[in-house]
């Protein structure tokens, strides 16, 4: 058998997905943490040839880049090529060095709340404001148009806060919580298969090894 041969090159590289187990907080996901997540890793290669045929070498962790994603992104990933910038994902590694994890920051649902609160704390303030000039006009004993005009103008305002700004805020707020559901049940769903599949593999394995052992015989008596 002749010696190997390494053959190098800054084109040759090896790209895998995995999975890996472990807490983790991820980029545009609208959970709070991952239990299980997809990894990414990019990385430089080298090409081994010898008499046995070729095979690739490279460094167990992704030297190049390593990017982890949630199973709901991984699917969107796979099911939206072509279409706009790209889905989210957490960059972990980049050229052998660590990335810090990304900031916690408040979900679209928290934020969609707090939008809400300010906007209603807005409101209050204002309707505290105009209540006082009502009430001014109100005690007057007539009323000119200007006077007519600007009650008209106060309550209008309201009107339109309720009937039109609040229902689109439940509307957002609705459309995030539902988005919220979506990815917790994509988790469940690949965690579920994925733990099938891992209890499979051993299964299979376990059959094998009986395949392999000896038949044993009877002895004669």
């Known amino acids: 058998m002749s010696k190997d041969e390494t053959l190098d090159h800054p084109s040759y590289g090896l790209v895998q997905f995995s999975h890996v187990t472990g807490h983790r907080r ?16 990019i ?19 992704g030297d190049m880049v390593e990017v982890h994603m949630s199973a709901a992104q991984f699917a969107e990933l796979l099911t939206t090529m072509n279409i706009g910038s790209g889905v989210p994902c957490t960059i ?13 920051v408040d ?36 009323l000119n148009v200007a006077d007519r005009n600007r ?6 305002k309201l009107s339109m806060e309720l009937n039109s700004n609040a229902p689109f805020f439940l509307e957002m707020f609705e459309e ?5 559901m979506t990815s917790a049940k994509a988790e469940i769903e690949a965690f ?3 733990s099938v599949h ?6 299979l394995g376990a059959n094998q090894v009986q395949a392999t052992e000896p038949l044993q015989l009877p002895k004669k008596s």
């Open 192 to 194: 579920a298969v994925a």
């Open 107 to 142: 979900h679209q649902t928290k934020s969609v709340q707090n939008k809400f609160a300010d906007r209603m704390q807005d409101l209050a303030s204002k309707i505290l404001a105009d209540s006082a000039e009502v009430q001014t006009l109100l005690e007057k004993k007539s």
């Open 43 to 61: 990385k430089h290669a080298s090409l081994i040839r010898n008499d046995s045929g070729d095979r690739y070498s490279g460094l167990i962790d």
């Open 176 to 180: 995030a919580s539902e988005k919220i």
């Open 26 to 41: 991820l980029f545009g996901s609208s959970l709070d943490t991952h239990e299980r997540t997809v990894c990414l890793s």
């Open 198 to 203: 891992e209890l499979g593999l051993r299964a």
């Open 92 to 104: 972990t590694r980049v050229n052998r060095q660590t990335v810090a994890p990304p900031p916690e």
């Open 151 to 156: 009650l008209q103008g106060v309550f209008k």
